[in-house]
């Protein structure tokens, strides 16, 4: 049991005490609110909030619930729409002019269904909503900036202060003005008048001091706050930023043709030193390191017309795809070791390869005049060569060219640079840059980190010159000899720098290849779009032989084969055969007419010849070649097909009687061997002698009789031929699958599959193992042919064949199969994987290719159109009740005129029931009976059955009854089967028009149990893997949750609503049993996933009004409403419902219900251990929200009423966490408050002290100037300290989550139904409306605007600094519990965070497997993206979007707290709740807010006042001061609108106050005194904005007609006229600010006027205590502090007679005598009974020990330890009456440790004494006055009659010298 933790142990106590905890529970545990839940009654019909309740049916709800609104936005909640999903055949985009297909038409059956694969549309199921779900939410930050245009910029007063410069001259001003108060006294009215008089006010408000009743005030109040609002709160509140939502399903990519990086190289020039003769280039590319030839050779002709016209007889007219200059390359891994190689050829002619290449060697083109009559005599033979030899080519030259060389230095060289490629350059080894790659369009590799990779896609275009070429060796010149020479050039030594080379000039450019290059060739010749004009020179794609595999499936038809001779062996051949030539033709037939025009041409001759032949090595019996003929390959190949090799003996010389060529030897390959097309390597025998009749079908290998043979029939001429073909798979198990396909199609037999004959009977078994043998094919070209495969499949499945009279169950084969090869692409193409580990190959599969067999409504019978493929099946006779769309049956074409079978059943599922035999059978692997009568017949007639399964039925049953490893294998790839399955659904829903139907009987019986099956098992595994198998069971939570969110598009939701709550059970029991966070996250992932389906809202059945469902047992509603102590009115349950996780609720907003579940539990305090997912719960929340709030269907606010009712019951669960949310009220500095350069900060007093300010006083000063306790809105309110110990101790929010609650608690209140609101408000109690009323205080601290100054600083700042972007950047990092987050935070060990030590700490065994790449991109960029500094304009947006968000939030507390006063106001509770009320308003107030706000704040506030005036004057009275202090403070603002309002609300607080009481002592109190608090503390503070605010304020007094007769206008001018003289006053000492001695004096002098008015007396005295001990003068501040203690006790011993407390300021003498100065005897001493006076917080016990606490402390760190013991002398009495013990202990020791200092000192100075005198420099001059005290010393108990002075380490003691001189400064005499 010891093992348990705290969850499992709290849940396994009694029932009864759980339902308790867990429904009423949810809310602060009031009376009020467990008033609906009977204990006694109601046990058995609640479900605790950890389980899922018994959804709604929701197919019968709508039937029974009729809609009551006809149309409109509100009618379209109840029901999906009519076009919710569609089923689209787009065409594919075809990248030539014309489509690729075979010439010869579709002759064979596997050429057809290629072609077909090739051609046919994408079938797309579309769900036309998709995008408003939440996975596409417009409001994350991409798309955010749009839907912030047009904002209003919001002014605040923060960012309208003005800059220190400015600042200083209207100082200037100021002094030059007010010189008339240096000449006046104090207290000269004449002053005071002549500015006032001068001074401008502000605009009056109009009608403001009209009596108007309170509801039309009100009404026009609330007209004025709903008029301009911002209607998407949360387009002003960026989303959490999360890499990529969970719940976002991207379409996959179009299948597409491949395509690596690609390279355009244009070759311009080619220049020798002598020009005699054509010369023949070619281009290809080669990888060293693979030793592979990586293109094929793209050949060009750069000659002259001219030496072109040498050639005349042998060049028929060119064809413009010949005349190519320019070829496009695709590399799919580039590489260090590519080169393009170049090779030269020439007409061939007498003389081996070096004579002839020697005149290019040795003559100059400078010499060329000198040399005439040689270039001549050269250019003759040439012309005689060209005439008679021209057919044959000789190889000539070559060069290379290394690839990333280029491209590595083009990168750093300009445009226009030419790289001179020569062979001096190439001395330094050739550079090997490291390049970071995007491998192309996906990388299809499996990269080593060691691998160099290198990128071709951002280098600049380079014009290269080389100028040396090689002459070939003609003993050197296979491959092999190239990859050597091309391996020793990368040597600094090179070997080929010792030869000799050819001088020449060719000039190309290399650049990367534009997006779409128009006149574009591809290999096959056709033309790519665009190819605007067909008789430009075009540019030839180059095909690409990748250097590895590339995984891609097939998309377009093509069929080419390249023939590649390598060499020949005739050293033994009899008779003369020197110079050899190889013609190469393709046959089909043994006529020499059979040879097919399908050789590709190569430069400036026709497209396509017969026959090709290979360049003439001179005299060589032995040579080697180097050529490459391309073919195109007919489709259908014949057994007659095949290439013919003839030798030939070319004479060079003319000689009599010799023919020019001699055929010396004959070859072949047949095409086809055993119905595969041969490829690969061949060393093939030579016959001497033309072959025999019908030698094709024979391989020359095999000895024929009679023939002649080179070398005894030994293999002698070696030969490699490739294909790139789309129709061969060149796989043998690939292949005789599709040929056992066919075969069954064709109902041919017996079968010819390689070497075996298959018969039918056999054929089943066959069949079987070979779908089996599919596993053992090549992944690559099992990848090429994927959509044919998959096809084929699937038809296997949907029509099961029909061999030797039986019918075949092909379905747990294919099911078996189809699993290996998705788990096989999974396992090897890792790379090209979403997020959710969906393979793009297979998903692009299932979105654009997968369709039902034959269902294809563009071709009336399913022949090429369909998947069936052979036009061997034809449509069934329509009948009445069939749609003719659903092809059900096959049968081979005769049967269309067959009488008997042109009647169909009467439906198609009796036809398949009569087929499939009765439902009753076993349910094993299949569900058919052997075969059935009416079978037989049509068995006869066709291979297939009519019968047609439905895909997705099968698919189901397949997996529900697998096990073992083919279970394993599906679980692993379970996305693919679940959504083949939706789109299986939509096909057949489609074609059989029932997605109107209703979805009750949409799908039999057995289908949906299959379905259930599925998702209970897939559930057990999640809940039993998760903590061996993390990665797989996320991948499988996942899947499962988009199958649900899928079928709730097509099927019955209530059927899916179950399914949710058997996954919900499943993970509840285990939670129950192990609390494991990680489970939690999985769940949450789930239902975010189900929850962002994009009918969200409408699943939740928002226009339900909750009615208790019907059901036997009584209803929760029903059985306790009478017996609730409150009320009985059924309405009141409703809405308790509608606000609580009522079980109603949960079972009608099903959806909604859940979620707010599990925000419920997770933010539980007492649920530890799911702390560490706030986050990524409240991110559930706030997604969904925010996806309501921008979603355009929901606009109407009465739809969005109806949205938010769904999320009532959200208010309550955030006040059930108040006490753990982030205190916004504590962090002002956080939130870039004014915080000085130690960041201290003045929120304190909730002043905004805009400015860096050093001369602050410290907080409990600052509270005392204010002259009320209430002055400190830092303090908590008391609610919030009631549970704050208690509730603390589970961690709290952070920041970020908070602030993420709260804007979705604001949300729910701006757009709930007011009434509602109201309803529910009445029925809470007090203790929770006051929480409520905590939480919006929260609320505006949360969202207050930082301001312009906070957003520069962060963005100077380093954020490091700002702890709350550091748990930002922490929670973006660790935000939801995946895996990456985890091993994020235990690389930092994060884990101590959480309060049980490891949140989770029992999984530290577990496996993380997201690379780590993945998370450390994300955090770089995140830390790039915090450092970087923000532009000016990104700062202004930042802050316009900051305070639209500040002021609307406060807008819509505002008007919450309207409601809450409209509800309280005829409750007997009102006056605690508008306290609290009064309370959030001014906490607004006192924050940064826009002027919006406040005048909509100030209007709110004066109907406030004047609906409840009694409130402020005598309940709430510190409230009161308060207020004062607030709107003073805004009639000082410099915005005009502000001050307006702040004096109108003044002006009519006196006015109330008058109207109660016939004076306003108490406003007029509190004004005094809060005007000199603001003076005092407020360093920007400008009094001429002030001053004109006041000149308003008479205004208003002199326009009131009202009050004219009474003394009303005279007091207020008074008032008015104080407040001026005290402004004067401040003036005077800013004009002092940096002379302190001298403002220290003037605050004496103010003190000193206010001595009839002990409370502002007091806070002078503060004010000068604070500015003594910022500047360290720590004895003078403990002076006024003393005299402070001693004001409090002179009033407080009037005013109540306590033995204990100081009699008054007698008893402080000793300390000081000047103390009697505070003595309350003059006559003008109001009495502290009076209304308002000694009010203040000080005035009280609490108070006086406070002061005295302080002096103390003062004292003690001045060093004046005497006064110390003198102090405690008057507060042990008190502590020792309150009997404090604790106090009493602190103060002794203290003592213990004032006087052990004075022991520690004294030993050195008790002899020195010294007379000094303390002078005070007055304005008059010094005085000296010493006061003679006597000081009675415990260590020499000798009177000492001179106050000492201590030399060393103390300090002087002062004591008794006049307060006054304490003022000034001291000196020492």
Request: glycine letters at 4%; proline letters at 5%.
């Amino acid at each position: 049991m010891a093992e348990r933790r705290a969850f499992a142990q709290k849940i396994s106590r009694t029932v009864a005490a759980e339902v308790r905890k867990q429904i009423a529970g949810q809310y602060g545990g009031s009376p009020q609110l467990f008033k609906n839940l009977n204990i006694g009654t109601a046990t058995t019909n609640t479900v605790p909030l950890t389980e899922a309740v018994e959804p709604v049916d929701f197919e019968e709800y709508l039937i029974t619930h009729p809609p009551i609104v006809e149309s409109g936005p509100l009618r379209d909640l109840i029901e999906f729409p009519p076009d919710d999903i569609e089923v689209i055949y787009t065409p594919r985009e075809c990248r030539t002019v014309a489509q690729a297909v075979p010439e010869e038409g579709d002759t064979d059956a596997h050429v057809r269904d290629c072609v077909r694969s090739y051609t046919e549309d994408w079938a797309i199921v579309n769900r036309k909503y998709h995008k408003l779900g939440t996975g596409f939410n417009p409001n994350t930050l991409d798309k955010q900036k749009e839907r912030q245009k047009g904002l209003p910029k919001q002014v605040f007063e923060a960012d309208e202060m003005p800059e220190n410069s400015t600042y200083q001259d209207d100082q200037d001003d100021l002094k030059r003005r007010s010189m008339s108060i240096d000449d006046t006294p104090r207290g000269s009215w004449a002053c005071s008048i002549f500015d006032l008089k001068n001074s401008l006010p502000d605009a009056l408000l109009p009608h403001l001091l009209d009596r108007a009743p309170n509801e039309e005030i009100d009404r026009h109040n609330e007209e004025q706050r709903k008029a301009n609002r911002h209607r998407e709160l949360f387009a002003l509140h960026p989303a959490l930023d999360e890499e990529e939502p969970i719940e976002r399903h991207c379409v996959p990519e179009v299948p597409k043709e491949h395509f690596g990086q690609r390279l355009l190289v244009k070759c311009l020039s080619l220049k020798f030193e002598i020009e005699i003769e054509p010369i023949f280039a070619s281009l290809a590319l080669y990888d060293v390191k693979e030793k592979k030839k990586i293109s094929e050779n793209f050949f060009f002709d750069l000659n002259s017309e001219q030496t072109k016209a040498m050639l005349r007889p042998h060049i028929q007219t060119a064809a413009i795809s010949t005349l190519a200059r320019s070829a496009i390359f695709s590399i799919t891994y580039p590489s260090q070791d590519v080169f393009l190689v170049i090779k030269l050829e020439k007409v061939l002619q007498q003389g081996d390869i070096g004579e002839c290449a020697e005149p290019y060697m040795v003559f100059k083109e400078s010499d060329a005049a000198k040399n005439k009559e040689k270039l001549e005599k050269l250019r003759s033979q040439s012309e005689q060569f060209c005439q008679r030899l021209g057919r044959y080519r000789m190889p000539f030259a070559w060069t290379a060219i290394h690839l990333m060389n280029i491209v590595n230095s083009a990168g750093s060289l300009e445009r226009d640079t030419e790289l001179e490629m020569s062979l001096s350059e190439r001395k330094g080894s050739w550079s090997e840059r490291r390049n970071s790659s995007i491998m192309g369009r996906r990388s299809l590799e499996r990269t080593t980190s060691g691998d160099e990779s290198c990128s071709l896609t951002g280098f600049r275009p380079a014009t290269l010159t080389i100028t040396n070429f090689f002459k070939q060796e003609g003993d050197r010149l296979s491959d092999e000899d190239l990859y050597k020479f091309l391996a020793d050039m990368r040597r600094p030594s090179s070997v080929l720098r010792r030869l000799r080379p050819i001088t020449a000039q060719l000039k190309l450019d290399i650049s990367p290849a534009p997006e779409n290059p128009h006149y574009c060739l591809t290999p096959d010749l056709l033309q790519v779009k665009p190819y605007p004009d067909s008789r430009v020179r075009p540019t030839r794609e180059i095909l690409e032989f990748p250097a590895r595999d590339v995984y891609v499936p097939n998309t377009t038809y093509r069929n080419l084969l390249y023939v590649n001779p390598q060499s020949l062996n005739f050293a033994n051949r009899q008779g003369s055969a020197r110079n050899i030539t190889v013609k190469v033709q393709f046959m089909n037939g043994e006529d020499p007419n059979n040879a097919m025009p399908v050789i590709f041409g190569k430069s400036s001759c026709a497209d396509f010849f017969k026959e090709a032949y290979t360049a003439v090595v001179y005299h060589n019996r032995s040579p080697d070649f180097h050529d490459e003929v391309k073919i195109k390959l007919p489709a259908s190949l014949s057994d007659h097909h095949h290439i013919l090799f003839t030798f030939y003996h070319v004479s060079c010389q003319q000689k009599q009687n010799t023919p020019l060529e001699t055929p010396v030897g004959y070859t072949w390959i047949p095409m086809l061997q055993n119905g595969r097309l041969r490829t690969g390597h061949f060393c093939l025998p030579v016959s001497l002698e033309k072959p025999p009749q019908s030698y094709s079908v024979l391989s020359p290998d095999v000895p024929l009789p009679g023939m002649k043979w080179v070398d005894n029939h030994r293999g002698v001429f070696n030969v490699e031929v490739v294909t790139v073909s789309a129709i061969h798979t060149q796989d043998q198990y690939l292949d005789k699958f599709f040929a056992l396909v066919h075969a069954l199609d064709e109902h041919m037999f017996p079968v010819r599959i390689g070497d075996m004959r298959i018969m039918e009977n056999n054929l089943e078994a066959e069949l079987k193992t070979s779908i089996a043998a599919l596993n053992s094919s090549q992944l690559e070209p099992v990848v090429r042919f994927l959509h044919l495969l998959l096809d084929k499949l699937v038809l296997l499945v949907v029509r099961p064949p029909v061999i030797a009279g039986q019918i075949v169950n092909l379905g747990q084969a294919s099911f078996e199969v189809m699993a290996s090869i998705a788990n096989r692409l999974h396992k090897y193409l890792d790379t090209s994987q979403d997020m959710h580990g969906r393979n793009s190959l297979l998903s692009s599969y299932i979105h654009y290719v997968f369709r039902l067999p034959s269902a294809d409504p563009n071709s009336p019978s399913p022949g090429p159109g369909g998947l069936g493929g052979s036009v061997h099946y034809a449509t069934m006779a329509r009948s009445a009740v069939r749609p003719a769309s659903l092809n059900l049956n096959r049968s081979r074409s005769l049967s269309n005129s067959n009488p008997d079978i042109s009647g169909t059943p009467t439906s198609p599922d009796d036809e398949v029931r009569s087929i499939i035999g009765s439902k009753a059978m076993e349910r094993c692997g299949n569900r058919m009976s052997s075969h059935t009568e009416s079978a037989s017949f049509l068995q006869t007639l066709t291979g297939r059955l009519p019968t047609k399964k439905l895909f997705h039925e099968e698919l189901a049953l397949q997996w529900v009854v697998s096990s073992g490893s083919v279970r394993e294998g599906a679980l692993q790839q379970a996305w693919f089967f679940f959504e083949l399955m939706v789109k299986s659904i939509i096909h057949h829903l489609y074609f059989t028009d029932r997605l109107e139907s209703p979805r009750k009987n949409r799908f039999p019986e057995r289908f949906m149990d299959d379905i259930t099956a599925l998702v209970s098992t897939i559930a057990g595994d999640i809940v039993s893997r998760f903590q061996k198998d993390l990665e797989l069971v996320e991948r499988l939570n996942t899947s499962l949750a988009f199958f649900l969110n899928d079928l709730l598009s097509v099927m019955d939701r209530g059927f899916v609503f179950t399914l949710v709550r058997a996954y919900w059970k499943q993970v509840s029991t285990k939670l129950y049993a192990l609390q494991n966070p990680v489970l939690e996250s999985l769940r949450l992932d789930f239902l975010r996933i189900v929850c962002s389906h994009e009918h969200y809202v409408t699943l939740n059945l928002p226009c339900s009004l909750l009615t208790p469902p019907a059901s036997p047992s009584p209803s929760v509603s029903s059985a306790t409403s009478q017996s609730s102590g409150f009320s009985t009115h059924v309405q009141d349950q409703k809405i308790a419902n509608m606000f609580e996780l009522s079980v109603p609720f949960r079972e009608q907003h099903y959806l909604a219900g859940l979620v707010l579940s599990e925000l419920s539990v997770i933010l539980d305090p007492e649920n530890e251990g799911m702390f560490g997912l706030h986050k990524k719960v409240v991110s559930v929340v706030h997604n969904l929200l925010s996806s309501h709030d921008s979603d355009p269907r929901y606009a109407d606010p009465e739809v969005k009423a109806r949205v938010a009712m769904l999320y009532l019951p959200l208010i309550g669960i955030v006040m059930e966490t108040l006490p753990q949310l982030h205190d916004f009220t504590e962090s002002h500095n956080q939130w870039g408050r004014s915080g000085g350069p130690q960041g201290t900060s003045l929120g304190s007093t909730g002043e905004e002290t805009e400015g860096e300010s050093n001369s602050l006083i410290s907080q409990t000063v600052a509270m005392a100037i204010a002259g009320t306790s209430a002055a400190s809105p830092i303090s908590r309110p008391s609610s919030f300290l009631l549970n704050s110990q208690a509730s603390r101790q589970h961690g709290s929010f952070s920041a970020e989550s908070s602030r993420s609650l709260l804007i979705c608690l604001l949300w729910v209140l701006k757009n709930a139904d007011e009434l509602v609101l109201q309803k529910w408000f009445t029925d809470l109690s007090v203790l929770q409306l006051n929480r409520l009323l905590d939480l919006l205080y929260l609320c505006v601290s949360c969202f207050e605007y930082k301001g312009k100054k906070a957003f520069e600083r962060m963005n100077s700042l380093t954020f490091k600094k700002s702890k709350d972007m550091k748990a930002k950047l922490e929670e973006a990092i660790l935000g939801s519990i995946g895996a990456r987050q985890e091993m994020v935070r235990r690389s930092r060990g994060q884990l101590e965070r959480s309060p049980s030590g490891s949140a989770f700490g029992s999984q530290e065994n577990l496996r993380w497997r997201k690379d780590m790449t993945h998370w450390r991109q994300n955090s770089e960029k995140m830390d790039k993206s915090h450092r970087s500094v923000r532009t000016r304009a990104e700062l202004e947006h930042e802050a316009l979007i900051d305070g639209n968000l500040a002021t609307e939030a406060n807008i819509i507390i505002l008007d919450t707290l309207e409601i809450i006063v409209q509800t309280v106001s005829v409750t007997e509770s009102k006056e605690s709740i508008l306290g609290g009320v009064l309370k959030v308003l001014l906490h607004s107030m006192a924050c940064n807010q826009s002027a919006l706000y406040l005048q909509h704040c100030f209007a709110t506030q004066r109907a406030l006042v004047s609906k409840f005036p009694e409130l402020l004057f005598e309940e709430e009275t510190e409230q009161c001061a308060d207020l004062c202090l607030r709107l003073l403070r805004s009639c000082s603002s410099s915005i005009s609108t502000i001050r307006a309002h702040a004096s109108a609300s003044l002006y009519l607080l006196m006015r109330q106050n008058f109207e109660i009481g016939n004076n306003f002592a108490r406003v007029k109190m509190q004004v005094t005194m809060s005007l000199s608090s603001l003076v005092g503390t407020s360093q920007n503070f400008n009094e001429e904005f002030l001053r004109r605010s006041l000149k308003t304020i008479l205004t208003y007094a002199e326009e009131d007609l009202e009050l004219r007769e009474t003394t009303f206008p005279d007091q207020v001018q008074d008032l008015v006229f104080n407040l001026h003289m005290i402004l004067s006053d401040t003036v005077k000492m800013k004009e002092h600010q940096e002379d302190p001695e001298m403002l220290v004096d003037l605050m004496y002098r103010i003190a000193k006027g206010y001595q009839t008015s002990p409370d502002l007396r007091l806070t002078w005295l503060q004010n000068m205590a604070g500015k003594h001990s910022e500047r360290n003068n720590h004895a003078e501040a403990a002076q006024c502090l003393v005299h402070s203690a001693a004001l409090v006790a002179e009033y407080l011993s009037m005013l109540e007679d306590r033995k204990y407390l100081p009699v008054g300021c007698v008893t402080f003498q000793n300390i000081s005598s000047n103390v009697l100065e505070e003595s309350a005897v003059s006559d003008d001493v109001v009495s502290p009974d009076e209304e308002g006076i000694c009010s203040g917080k000080y005035f009280t016990e609490i108070g006086l020990v406070g002061l005295l606490e302080q002096a103390a402390s003062s004292f003690s760190m001045a060093g004046m330890y005497e006064a110390v013991n003198e102090v405690y002398k008057v507060l042990i009495p008190i502590h020792e009456a309150n009997r404090d013990a604790k106090k009493l202990a602190t103060i002794h020791g203290k003592l213990q440790e004032a006087f052990g200092k004075i022991v520690h000192q004294s030993t050195g100075w008790e002899q020195e004494l010294h007379v000094f005198q303390i002078g005070h420099a007055d304005e008059g001059g010094v005085v000296a006055a010493a006061d003679r005290d006597a000081a009675v010393h415990d260590h020499g108990e000798q009177l000492i009659a001179l106050t000492p002075c201590r030399r060393g380490p103390g300090a002087p003691l002062l004591q008794g010298q006049s307060q006054r001189r304490l003022q000034g400064s001291v000196h020492f005499g």
